[in-house]
């Protein structure tokens, strides 16, 4: 019968981590307190090896992807899930432990056992949650709440065991006589039923008032949506309003809504960092080592702005890891004037809260004005998930080379590689040219002269290099050049449109792209590790 007990164990334990797992979800909704499942799976992605993370993102992302889902807006969703599932699995093993310790060994069902076991479930998770991350809430009630309900826990799971699994069970020298044995087993069944019931309920009132109040509670860096915007960030139209050639409706936006901006990030949560509290020390091979305010910031260096395209090294095409909008802040080059950068410095070191990191050589630096602290978006301050306060953006390179939620500069002369590239990805990680068809506008089919004419069109990008030209084919065609809409600046990506004369019946609309130097995309597939993904894309429509 062990592996009933075993089996029995395991259920109880879902059962009863359901409903600690929502009123975790509850408080740290309420009061701001780290999620311990999070913050249990935040540190097991930091201590497991890098290929072995890696692989669970490249697992997540196929899913996804075989699932149609949209990655850059469930990944994050899909991580959240999995910590969750992970945490309740957590539970339910220590359900069944519990119960072959019950009735292997010589422990006892009793309050004392069942203190110990929260403790031992608690204390790892409650220091994991404390030093995960800084929560606005005191650090005395916050561990007064995690006590309470970890040693609810352990005390109800033991409590469990000890009502469902038969006391001859436990003690074999307790032996039951038949009639006693009836009627402990309609016991049990009773004790089932109101257990089953009762963590149903919390579980259920727990993540539902959990979820109102996120509806109902948006944090100060969230800006309200602007929808689909009509004049730029500056209030002026957008530089390329005049451009007759407009994007084929199913193109995506061409300044993304800020809510819509795609997200990554290595923890589960975004940093809250509050201005107050936040300042930027610049140290190591320095004459004049600051420490800078975001109004210093502000203040005492001129404001430049750039319409940026950001782009995500492991989306895989089409990838929707990118996005555009309007950023604001300060040339890194005038903030290490202001330090007195030694002769010795070669690199500059880039700190995050999050615990991400990145080194940017000097010579990058010095060699091009544009690369910026940022601290606005969309003429407002950076929003939470994007790195308030203060990012960096360097032209040409993927996302991963640039850091959010800086917290910290060094100079120094030698290197170390940044977080990603420490982890089995590219060490200058430039961008790649790419290009892909967004839509094909069934739906916008239209007569010119004696013609029908479909619409087609999507996006082509080569960071700073720019888009020299795209081209389109369709089924086994020649190379056609395609319409280019002049891009919001020379660093975002390029919307494209061909107007096709068509046929009916299924064809593959196909797109190619060169960049500012007349160089062509690689065509040939190739994964997103280690340095960014390429390929030729087509999609395959019927038009009738
Ligand atoms: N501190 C910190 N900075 C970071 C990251 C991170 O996880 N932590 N992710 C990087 C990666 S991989 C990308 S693609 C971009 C994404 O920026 P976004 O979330 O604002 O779009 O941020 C980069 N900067
Ligand atoms: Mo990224």
Redesign the pocket.
């Known amino acids: 019968m062990k592996t009933k007990q075993l089996f029995t164990g395991a259920g109880l334990g879902g059962l009863v981590t359901a409903p600690l797992i929502s009123l975790f979800y509850l408080t740290y909704q309420l009061i701001n307190l780290s999620f311990p499942p999070y913050a249990v799976f935040n540190a097991m992605s930091r201590l497991l090896p890098g290929p072995v993370i890696t692989f669970g993102i490249d697992a997540m992302i196929s899913t996804l992807r075989v699932l149609g889902l949209n990655v850059a807006g469930t990944a994050k969703t899909a991580e959240r899930l999995m910590a969750v599932i992970l945490f309740w699995a957590g539970g339910v093993i220590f359900g069944a432990v519990l119960s072959v310790l019950f009735t292997r060994t010589r422990w006892k069902v009793s309050p004392m056992s069942g203190l110990l076991a929260g403790l031992v479930l608690g204390v790892p998770a409650s220091i994991l949650s404390l030093t995960a991350d800084s929560t606005g809430s005191s650090t005395v009630l916050y561990l007064l709440i995690q006590a309470v309900l970890f040693l609810g826990w352990g005390l109800l799971l033991t409590y469990s065991i000890g009502r469902v699994i038969p006391a001859a069970d436990r003690q074999p020298e307790a032996a039951e006589t038949p009639e006693e044995a009836s009627v402990e087993k309609l016991n049990r069944r009773q004790f089932l039923v109101t257990l089953g019931a009762g963590t149903a309920t919390v579980t259920v009132a727990g993540a539902g008032l959990g979820q109102l109040l996120t509806r109902t509670a948006p944090t100060p860096a969230e800006t309200p949506s602007p929808g689909q915007a009509e004049l730029g960030p500056t209030g002026e139209p957008f530089p390329n309003a005049g451009d007759p050639v407009k994007p084929v409706p199913g193109t995506r936006p061409e300044y993304t809504p800020v809510e819509d901006?795609?997200?990554?990030?290595?923890?589960l949560n975004p940093?809250n960092i509050q201005e107050e509290e936040w300042t930027l020390p610049v140290t190591g091979l320095v004459d004049n080592p600051l420490e800078l305010t975001l109004q210093d910031l502000r203040e005492n260096y001129p404001a430049r702005s750039e319409y940026i395209t950001?782009?995500?090294?492991?989306g895989r095409i089409p990838t929707t890891?990118i996005?555009t909008t309007y950023w604001t802040g300060v040339s890194v080059q005038e903030v290490l004037d202001d330090a007195g950068v030694q002769d010795e410095a070669q690199y500059l070191f880039i700190e995050?809260?999050?615990?991400?990191y990145?080194i940017v050589s000097l010579d990058l630096i010095y060699s091009d004005p544009r690369i910026m602290f940022c601290y606005e978006w969309d003429g407002e301050p950076l929003p939470k998930?994007?790195?308030f306060p203060l990012?960096i953006w360097i032209p040409d390179r993927?996302?991963?080379?640039?850091?959010?939620?800086?917290t910290r500069l060094e100079l120094r002369e030698t290197y170390q590689a940044g977080?990603?590239v420490e982890r089995g990805w590219d060490k200058d990680a430039l961008v790649k040219t790419r290009s892909v068809v967004d839509t094909v506008a069934v739906e916008e089919i239209y007569q010119e002269n004696d013609q029908q004419l479909v619409p087609f069109g999507g996006i082509a990008f080569a960071g700073d290099r720019g888009i020299s030209r795209v081209e389109i084919r369709i089924d086994d065609g020649k190379w056609l050049e395609a319409d280019l809409r002049s891009p919001l600046s020379d660093t975002t990506w390029v919307i494209w449109r061909y107007d096709w004369p068509f046929q009916e019946g299924e064809h593959t609309f196909a797109v190619r792209c060169f960049d500012g130097s007349g160089e062509m995309q690689t065509l040939e597939q190739s994964p997103a590790r280690p340095d960014g993904s390429t390929g030729l894309h087509s999609v395959t429509e019927t038009i009738s």
Do not use: T
């Open positions: 901006h795609y997200q990554v990030f290595i923890e940093e950001l782009n995500c090294i492991s890891l996005s995050s809260a999050d615990g991400f990145e998930d994007h790195g990012r993927f996302g991963m080379k640039q850091p959010k939620w800086i977080y990603w």
